[in-house]
């Protein structure tokens, strides 16, 4: 199975190549009027064909890796050191990206498929879609390269080979990392589809602002998936880790967020660009440079450049993308300096008090919190360049510099709604913030007499300004859902809720961004929380019990277990609340016997007012007692509540209005006239 | 009686302050736990570190409380730690010689930006009153129109 998944891999880059320069030479004879001996098109054709031949290559060699891992066969190296016997089937498949050549196939793959779906979809716009896959096979052949050269997933084991594997990484074996890595990776490599558009509509001086809208829902479906990738790594290391908190400003962590932040900022300033034709030349860098992050903080991580607890093994690999990152920066600049007065703005600001310039704010604001983000990230490696001494960027750092700004963001969703287009007037403004800045005040002042003192320290101060702003959103966002639900309720006479649907299914791209904002204050909120965060240490005997909040653990047992795949220790621990039994805890500790590594297995009891966390650190190695770490987490679960509302928020955003949609039906319905493009009603909607 | 109550209120005096300079130290620890990094190469907060049995954190955390208990300036304990461990052992770069550069880059791009912003709109402002009459009217027009076509009722 190893030749034939090397043989795919290698018969992929032979495709991807020939895409590469055949959709290359197609689309220059078509520019220029010259002509081969075939035709451009047909050429064109030639190399659309050879990217969904690359694509079932690319799946072939990755089916190749799962199925060695299936079958055990420890003749691939790679196989050998990421799976084992013993391991269960749901994280043999999770093996596919364990590792860096696995996590690289994973990455060819995914952009295989997101290829895929483009080029079967190429009517949509013949011409672009030629210069967007010509683009994304550059970016294939890339990956291709380093699977046949650099890090190849089916490379043999030299000499006799062994009887089992290594086994996976203990802190992989869980159930999300079965889906976090793909979804991340979604993300990631989705960010190269509307990247690959933009670059070919700024090639081809693509008249007008078409590409936008046909990227846009690419763009919103790979932020998505990136959405729920960052979420679902921060519930991952919540869940496993065991230090009790979800974010750590790790170098990986923060590699994900760069490109999420820039990711943001296109989705919103983009609508500039759709509505009054401005921001063109800032829209094509906001998605250049989201595309090259997406690279960048690969190789930051793959490369040793910086340090990171859950980084691939340092390799050389690192210059192989250093070589990328070159390439591509050196492309966008070169394709913008030719064709920059393509992008000349229609229309420009005309107030400070307009929407326009509330999107301005709000990208500034995102990118300077993903300056930030990077800024700390490389800080260690500039320091030592500097003053020859490495220091360490952490949480404190972040917390003292990302939260205002992430906090000034939450203002800034509170007002851009209640903005006007071109220009509000201050009355307005007045007349629409009464209510929500009424809400904070009062949300505040509620705040100080529960017992949150802004003034004792900082933490205390960022959350009470939070709360306080997310009770601002909520009502201004709120009272935008009421205002024009209201209308709907005059002239129809349904129902408040049923004029809401209807509101939000008129205009389902404003509403849902407005569900989405809504999620994120609730995320807001939960992140808040963590200012109020306890936490205590006690070694417990059988019955003895330890108090933490309004909670009393008691231990029934210790005891220890072993089955094929690792050897366990946990303890049983009763939790009472008011005297009254609420559950049962097992915190475990786990060695895993392939790898000799240890892991942790949390227990936590979820409320929406907070988490009981509790983790089994070990045995005190005198009396042989369990040592039981517990932390009370104050409103962990809205951070998950409000991932949910923004998965919602986006899928209400994507599906077509109801006009729109009513349309579309009625332009589908004579199949006779297939003249008719299907997408046509589709672009409908706006903010 | 006096001196029962006088000696009553001494021992609920001495009571609180030594409580109270408990809890303080505690905080203190904790807070000081929380901007030094574990020097075992976990990565983690020193006070979050929770590797069984790891002697870099054990040995730093007694280290901490000591400091702490006999009453040192934050400052002090920071410069000892990063003294003793390296600039590693600080979770965030002291505001020192270079690393400021750290702590003054983000605000200022910020400010820098915004300023920007307000520029660009002062200069476009200033264009945009030159502008004929007739297209402002038409480009009104046109987004009234387009206003009225998204909230048709």
């Not at chain 2, 109270?20 to 979050?48: F, P």
Request: hydrophobic share 50%; net charge positive; aromatic share 12%.
């Amino acid at each position: 199975m190893s030749a034939f998944g090397s043989f795919a891999l290698l018969f992929a880059l032979a495709l991807s190549l020939y895409n590469l320069g055949a959709g290359a030479i197609a689309l220059r004879q078509l520019a220029t009027g010259t002509q081969g001996s075939i035709s451009p098109e047909r050429l064109a054709e030639t190399a659309r064909r050879a990217g969904i031949g690359g694509f079932i290559a690319v799946s072939a060699a990755a089916f190749a890796l799962v199925w060695a891992a299936f079958t055990n066969d420890f003749s691939v190296s790679y196989i050998l050191h990421h799976s084992n016997r013993a391991l269960p089937g749901p994280y043999k498949f999770a093996a596919l990206w364990s590792g860096q050549e696995g996590s690289l196939l994973l990455w060819a793959w995914l952009l295989a498929v997101y290829g895929f779906v483009l080029r079967v979809r190429h009517k949509v716009d013949v011409q672009l879609t030629a210069y967007a896959s010509t683009i994304l096979s550059g970016i294939q052949f890339f990956f291709l390269l380093l699977l046949n050269f650099a890090a190849p997933p089916f490379s043999l084991v030299a000499g006799e080979v062994p009887q089992d594997g290594f086994g996976l990484n203990p802190l992989l074996q869980y159930p999300e990392m079965v889906i976090h890595p793909p979804m991340l990776y979604l993300g990631y490599v989705g960010f190269s589809v509307p990247f690959a558009f933009a670059l070919g509509a700024l090639m081809m001086r693509y008249p007008g602002d078409k590409w936008i809208h046909i990227t846009r829902r690419w763009t919103m479906v790979t932020w998505l998936f990136l959405t729920c990738g960052i979420f679902l790594g921060a519930h991952w290391a919540y869940a496993v880790l065991g230090w009790g908190g979800y974010w750590g400003w790790d170098p990986v962590e923060n590699a994900s967020l760069m490109p999420w932040l820039t990711g943001t900022a296109f989705l919103h300033s983009v609508m500039m660009q759709e509505k009054r034709g401005m921001m063109k030349t800032w829209n094509v860098w906001l998605i250049f440079s989201t595309f090259m992050l997406t690279i960048l903080g690969t190789l930051l991580t793959r490369s040793g450049i910086v340090s990171s607890v859950h980084a691939f093994a340092q390799s050389a690999i690192g210059t192989w993308f250093w070589i990328f990152l070159v390439i591509v920066l050196a492309v966008c600049l070169f394709t913008f300096i030719l064709q920059r007065d393509h992008l000349k703005t229609e229309h420009r600001l005309e107030s400070l008090i307009s929407r326009e310039s509330s999107f301005l704010f709000n990208n500034l604001v995102l990118l300077t919190a993903c300056f930030t983000v990077l800024w700390g990230t490389l800080f260690p490696v500039l320091s030592e360049y500097v003053q020859g001494e490495k220091v360490t960027v952490s949480a404190p750092f972040y917390n003292r510099v990302a939260v205002p700004i992430g906090l000034f963001l939450l203002f800034l969703t509170s007002i851009g709604p209640l903005l006007a287009w071109r220009s509000s007037s201050f009355k307005s403004i007045r007349k629409n913030f009464v209510l929500p800045a009424a809400a904070a005040c009062i949300t505040a002042l509620v705040l100080i007499a529960c017992g949150v003192h802004p003034w004792e320290n900082q933490g205390s101060f960022y959350s009470f300004v939070a709360w306080s702003l997310a009770a601002l959103v909520i009502t201004a966002v709120g009272s935008e859902f009421l205002r024009g639900a209201g209308v709907i309720h005059r002239h129809t006479g349904q129902n408040l809720v049923a004029s809401m649907v209807q509101l939000t299914r008129r205009n389902t791209r404003r509403y849902g961004g407005y569900i989405v904002h809504f999620g994120v204050v609730v995320i807001f909120i939960g992140l808040a929380g963590s200012a109020f965060n306890q936490s205590k240490e006690q070694e417990l005997n059988f019955r003895q019990s330890m108090t933490l909040g309004p909670y009393r653990l008691q231990c029934l047992s210790y005891t220890q277990e072993s089955n094929l795949n690792y050897d366990s220790e946990y303890a049983l621990l009763d939790v009472y609340r008011d005297g009254r039994k609420i559950t049962q805890l097992a915190p475990e500790k786990r060695f895993y016997i392939a790898s000799q590594q240890t892991s942790t297995i949390v227990a936590n009891h979820s409320t929406l007012a907070w988490d009981l966390y509790v983790v089994y650190a070990g045995k005190d190695p005198d009396s042989g007692h369990p040592i039981i770490k517990v932390f009370l987490n104050p409103l962990v679960a809205w951070i998950w509540i409000g991932v949910g509302i923004i998965v919602f928020g986006t899928g209400v955003a994507l599906t077509p209005n109801l006009k729109a949609a009513f349309v579309a039906n009625r332009v589908r319905m004579p199949i006779a006239s297939p003249e008719v493009p299907a997408n046509v009603a589709l672009s409908g909607g706006g903010d | 009686m006096r001196l029962l109550r006088l000696s009553q209120l001494g021992f609920v005096a001495l009571l609180v302050l030594f409580s109270t300079g408990a809890e303080d130290a505690t905080m203190r620890y904790n807070a000081l736990g929380h901007k030094m990094m574990c020097v075992c190469g976990c990565s983690q907060i020193l006070i979050e570190c929770n590797h069984v049995g790891c002697q870099d954190s054990r040995q730093m955390l007694t280290e901490l409380w000591t400091d702490v208990s006999r009453g040192d300036s934050d400052t002090t304990i920071l410069k000892a730690f990063q003294a003793n461990y390296g600039a590693i052992a600080l979770a965030a770069p002291m505001f020192t010689r270079f690393n400021q550069a750290a702590w003054l880059a983000p605000p200022l791009v910020l400010l820098l930006g915004m300023g920007l912003i307000v520029a660009l709109v002062r200069k476009w402002r200033l264009r945009t009153v030159d502008m004929p009459a007739v297209s402002e009217t038409a480009g009104f027009l046109q987004i009234r129109d387009q206003i009225r076509k998204e909230t048709e009722l």
